[in-house]
């Protein structure tokens, strides 16, 4: 649907006011656009709000919501001007309650593939969010009820939500969503990171149990694991993934791309040993191996003194598959 000139000369005037957001007109134009019907300008009016932090505009941003909530898909579509009034809420760390939890269980379903989209997915995964930093005294069970939703980014949105809680005692519910897995293997590698997050001395021991035996089957969550235990850093992380490793040199081309994860991961401990390690396989392993190292150290050309070492053990091997590796061919 076309804009309306006057829209159009009110978003003309938004873009104006970008200079001077603080100023009076800019708040004068901004409760105008707030006042209206039109989702795209008040989308822009609470994105600009929440960025400057215009906390004088709070009260025409919590009473343009409701607006938008009933039949939601005909005067909000796309869902953009609720996303952005609970953003800008959250941002400025407003406690308003009533408007996250009324956006926590929010869907709107518009005319899409199959069964429609949903298009309310990041309304709930910030309001969410809002939630636990207003310290709202329920929200792990509305969060326990977005693990279950029907949407894969809403169920990682809630184990992310969870762990920036920090509350230990949410810990149990984001291992049992572990435990039993879910349909998208992200929304498990998403869990992994959360359970170290929260307790990694506790949950290290359960990550480290998807790494026991690598088959054709499981190797997606072999590399989340791993991946999640390198990002990580946990005390401890790196005995689990030299030992991983150790177990599959053997298998290199069998499992040559999980190899790369697990060297990937090693890498991002950042720790002396993790480092020895590497240059050690570049050093002395087979080519492939030393590929891989190669490829996990390219984290680290940011340092040039290691670098430079790097760059040493290459030209000492003088493999032309190196070489060509390290120039980046």
Known sequence: MAKSPKLDQALAELNAIRADPQSDRAAQ????????????????SAKLIGDEGLRALIPDLTAAFPRFVEDGAAQDPGCFAKFRIAEALYKMEIPSEDIFLTGIRYVQVEPGWDRGTDTACSL???????????????????????????EPT??????????????????????YKV????????????????????????????????????????????????????EAKVAGGFAVLAAFWERLRTRQLQFAELNRSVLLSIAM?????????????LREQP????????????IYQGDSNLWEQVEMLVEGRSDQQLLQALQGR
């Open 287 to 298: 080519v492939s191996a030393a590929l891989a190292a190669l490829e996990a150290l390219r």
């Open 179 to 230: 435990h039993v897995g879910d349909a998208e293997l992200e929304v498990v590698g998403d869990g992994f990171a959360a359970i170290l997050a929260l307790d990694p001395d506790r949950s290290l021991p359960l990550v480290a149990k998807y790494l026991a035996d690598p088959t054709f089957d499981n190797l997606a969550l072999c590399e989340m694991a791993a991946l999640a235990i390198g």
């Open 269 to 281: 401990l950042r720790s002396p040993e993790a480092i020895k390690l590497l240059k050690g396989i």
């Open 124 to 150: 709930r995964n910030v309001c969410a969010l809002g939630l636990v930093k207003s310290s709202y005294g329920d929200v792990m069970v509305e969060l326990a009820d977005l693990l279950a939703d029907a």
């Open 154 to 175: 809403v169920r990682s949105g809630a184990i992310r939500a969870i762990a920036y809680s920090g509350q230990v005692e949410a810990l149990p519910l984001l291992r």
């Open 29 to 44: 134009v901004l409760r105008q656009l707030l006042k209206g019907k039109a989702a795209i300008g008040v989308a822009n």
